[in-house]
């Protein structure tokens, strides 16, 4: 008796560039959720249904979109276009994954600015943020169970909270110094990092058999643009930083350094290199720049705007945007303040963005070579224990402005402690947030009914 031979599955169409362009906009508009959600939904639609990705190879794309400064689920996204259709596929597939989420937080951020100071307004908003302390201690708790996994990285994560909250810290001095202290310990002791610097990033082989596109197109050596040219990684430097950086160089030969448009350029330009970890990690330090160094919002509109981008599609770090927003609306100076509202949150997202492609087109013809890179995995791993600590003087930070009434600053001694006023404390945002808590840990209540039903809850208890 003759024995069938197992059928081998069927290699799947190479996708036209229309064709994935479709699929991009659907993860746009679909991409809600957060960073988790939205890398959940790529590897269900790349990965699980149409095998245009190997698990292996988007595994290993995530990792390297998780060494960079940025939002991971966008450069993760762009990465995969650029590896299907070139600079053209990462273009329509990092946009599309920005473009719906940033017109409905421009409008967002206009109808706040207009009428966020409107009664019912306010209550709505007492209860959304309570929802925003409650998903970020969840996000707090869930990078910690996976970040923390020595002694030393427990330290790190530490040793961030206190300089960032006790010293107030500058956000980038504490990721390159938690960098620097990770290719150390490396070097010098290598068991401190609890095998984190294996260089794998948690990317295991995964046995798959069933062919995908860009596998059998690297087989045929289809993917020209994939390899590593010299020539090729000068021109993106030449084309891609001064898109990048020469506005912000305008702006500030043209107005100044003192203009709101250089400081949203030249701030958030900033913020762009040094932005590991997502949202979460930075907002705290633009929180602490935008309100007590440029004094363009205050610290209840910043927990509102969290709110709003965590309604919106795509990544957190919209956020900035609204920023950038409401900066120029307060200072438009002969504009009309909308129209120079629209423009802060157009040049916040062009110098937030921008960079994105810059690092997926310069960095991507090497990332191969950065598998099994232990220094480099030490690194990424001891600021990820830093982003820990970080994103808890978050939590810390918003729960002080949510819960009391007053906050009183102390600073003796280099120190620069926010302390409550304990007779300020404010029942109603308690019972909020320790509900909201409970919602999101307990009983893994999604990010939209959360958001929708505290708002609900503050409205009604405003009315108490």
Known sequence: MQIAEPKQAELPQVPSFATAFALWARIGFLSFGGPAGQIALMHRLLVDERRWISDSRFLHALNYCMLLPG????????????????????????????????????????????????????????????????IVIGAVRRLAARALGSRFLLAIAAAAFFAIYGFAAPFPVIIIGAGLIGMAAHAMWPAALAGAASGQGGSAQTGETAPSVIDALFAEGRLEHTRPSGARALLTLLIWLPLWLGPVFLLWSWLGGASVWTQIGGFFSLMAAVTFGGAYAVLAYVGQEAVNSFGWLNPGEMLD???????????????????????????????????????????TLWVTFTPCFFWIFLGGPYVERLRGHRALAAALSAITAAVVGVMLNLAVWFALHILFGRVAVISDYGLHLNVPVVETVDWRALLLASAALLATLRYKIGVLPLLASSAAAGFILSRI
């Open 305 to 347: 705007g969290l709110g709003l981008a965590e309604t919106t599609p795509g990544p957190l770090i919209l956020v900035l945007q609204y920023v950038g927003f409401l900066a120029a609306f307060r200072h438009p100076g002969s504009l009309d303040p909308v129209l120079a509202g629209a423009l802060g949150a157009l040049l």
């Open 71 to 134: 939002p991971e689920a966008q450069q993760l996204a762009t990465y995969i276009g650029w590896l299907l259709h070139g600079k053209r596929g990462g273009l329509a597939a990092g946009l599309l994954f920005v473009l719906p989420g940033a017109a409905l937080m421009l409008a967002l951020s206009t109808l706040y600015a207009l009428y966020g100071k409107l009664p019912l307004v306010t209550d709505i908003f007492f209860g959304i943020k309570a929802a925003v302390l409650a």
